[in-house]
């Protein structure tokens, strides 16, 4: 609705470890085949954080690009907010790490839902930046689960990959950025996909504590069921709350876990496979920087309009979800400096 306050993405930019793991070099490692992981992932390839990178380095990387694009520097944006699962430290937040390398005062915290932290975070700036609170908010999707993956284990190691993805919000009046907001989780599931013994919880006898080793856990059929109801069901409801119809959508960016998922998302939407964005393929699970990253893909491939109405759709440990409708552009956010000095910078 035009007057009421808006949070327009008018940056966006994503950052990936050099490194490629394909499945031929996973075949070495573990008993799987190229064949399998296609045909039941649809994966082909992802990037493993080198010793080089950090959950730092790229969202730094990321962010940069982003504040790049929308013509502005670190100390003009009012908040950061980081979704993560894999800071690199627990004290201090990822955000304040991003900060250090930034620069300027904002405020700074992360979010933790996983591979929905993304839009879960998305969420959250665009509701400090509609409630007039703040003017400009980035956010960043971004994780190294590669660090918690058992190379061992054929069942988790061939689907995770590293990145990082951000986007900036900026105020305006036009009806464009997040227009509806479904987050939902069923912490009943938490057991489905976690990573155990990386907190402040320690087990009463010391005997326990191999069990507690630091690798990611996935009950993956369990998951699996999961993820294609409720990536269906939660961007159908995006859609349905932002008073659209499925016609309306113009491009879904789904999180990129199983391409089978993403397959049956869009069946849910009935939207033709050139209206879903699909890069599992190169990098594989990044969980939380997955929908950030298909956005920057998106948009360089020149598939993004001046009013677009696109799905964000994410699912993944808590278990949790989380989709949005998303207007694409920039129109009505004033790029003039008196103008930003006027909303009160
Ligand atoms: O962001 C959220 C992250 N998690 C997910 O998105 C996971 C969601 N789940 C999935 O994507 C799928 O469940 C998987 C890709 C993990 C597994 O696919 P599936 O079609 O559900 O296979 P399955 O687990 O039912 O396993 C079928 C067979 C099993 O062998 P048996 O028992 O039939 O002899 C597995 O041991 O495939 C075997 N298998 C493999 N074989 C070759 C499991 N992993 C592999 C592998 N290579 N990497």
């Not at 793991?21 to 031929?24: G, K, M, P, V, Y």
């Not at 080793?213 to 856990?217: D, I, V």
């Given at each position: 609705?035009?007057?009421?306050?808006?949070?327009?993405?008018t940056?966006w930019?994503?950052?990936?470890?050099d490194?490629i793991?394909?499945?031929?070099d996973?075949?070495?490692?573990?008993?799987?085949?190229?064949?399998w992981?296609?045909?039941?992932?649809?994966i082909?390839?992802?990037?493993?954080a080198?010793t080089?990178?950090?959950?730092?380095?790229?969202?730094v990387?990321?962010?940069?690009?982003a504040?790049d694009?929308?013509?502005i520097?670190?100390?003009e944006?009012?908040?950061?907010?980081?979704?993560?699962?894999?800071?690199d430290?627990?004290?201090?937040?990822?955000?304040?790490?991003?900060?250090?390398?930034l620069?300027?005062?904002?405020?700074?915290?992360?979010?933790g839902?996983?591979?929905?932290?993304?839009?879960?975070?998305?969420?959250t700036g665009?509701?400090?930046v509609?409630?007039?609170?703040?003017?400009?908010?980035l956010?960043?999707?971004?994780?190294?689960?590669?660090?918690?993956?058992?190379?061992?284990?054929?069942?988790?190691?061939?689907l995770?990959?590293d990145?990082?993805?951000?986007?900036?919000?900026?105020?305006?009046?036009?009806?464009?950025?997040?227009?509806?907001t479904v987050?939902g989780a069923?912490?009943?599931?938490?057991?489905?996909?976690?990573?155990?013994?990386?907190?402040?919880?320690?087990?009463?006898?010391?005997?326990?504590?191999?069990?507690y080793?630091?690798?990611?856990?996935m009950n993956?059929n369990?998951?699996?069921?999961?993820?294609?109801?409720?990536m269906?069901?939660a961007?159908?409801?995006a859609?349905?709350?932002?008073?659209?119809?499925?016609?309306?959508?113009?491009?879904?960016?789904p999180?990129?876990a199983?391409?089978?998922?993403?397959?049956a998302?869009?069946?849910?939407?009935?939207?033709?496979?050139?209206?879903?964005?699909v890069?599992?393929?190169r990098?594989?699970?990044?969980?939380?920087?997955?929908?950030?990253?298909?956005?920057c893909?998106?948009e360089a491939?020149?598939?993004?309009?001046?009013?677009d109405?696109l799905v964000f759709?994410?699912?993944?440990?808590?278990?949790?979800?989380a989709?949005?409708?998303?207007?694409?552009?920039?129109?009505?956010?004033?790029r003039?400096?008196?103008?930003?000095?006027?909303?009160?910078r």
């Open positions: 609705m035009a007057g009421t306050r808006h949070a327009a993405i940056g930019g994503m950052a990936m470890p490194r793991l394909t499945n031929a996973l075949a070495e490692m573990v008993e799987t085949s190229d064949e992981i296609v045909s039941r992932t649809g082909r390839e992802r990037r493993i080198g080089q990178d950090t959950t730092t380095s790229l969202s990387g990321a962010a940069r690009q504040l694009r929308a013509g520097t670190a100390d944006i009012d908040l950061i907010i980081v979704g993560t699962c894999t800071p430290q627990f004290l201090v937040s990822q955000a304040c790490l991003v900060q250090a390398e620069g300027g005062t904002a405020g700074a915290f992360d979010l839902a996983a591979c929905s932290g993304f839009v879960y975070a998305l969420a665009s509701q400090f509609q409630t007039g609170l703040h003017n400009r908010v956010v960043i999707g971004v994780d190294t689960l590669t660090r918690f993956v058992d190379y061992t284990d054929r069942t988790t190691c061939v995770f990959g990145g990082a993805g951000a986007v900036v919000l900026e105020a305006t009046d036009e009806e464009r950025g997040l227009l509806s987050l069923d912490g009943a599931g938490n057991k489905h996909l976690y990573i155990p013994g990386w907190g402040a919880f320690v087990p009463e006898s010391a005997e326990l504590f191999p069990e080793r630091p690798y990611l856990q993956g369990e998951v699996f069921r999961f993820a294609v109801r409720v269906g069901d961007a159908a409801e859609v349905e709350q932002a008073g659209l119809s499925f016609a309306d959508v113009d491009m879904l960016i999180h990129q199983n391409l089978r998922i993403i397959d998302a869009a069946r849910r939407l009935d939207l033709p496979r050139d209206k879903v964005w890069n599992v393929d990098y594989g699970n990044t969980s939380a920087a997955s929908v950030p990253i298909a956005l893909e998106a491939a020149g598939k993004l309009a001046e009013g109405n759709v994410a699912f993944g440990g808590g278990l949790s979800w989709a949005g409708v998303v207007r694409w552009g920039t129109e009505g956010v004033c003039d400096p008196a103008c930003r000095s006027r909303r009160g």
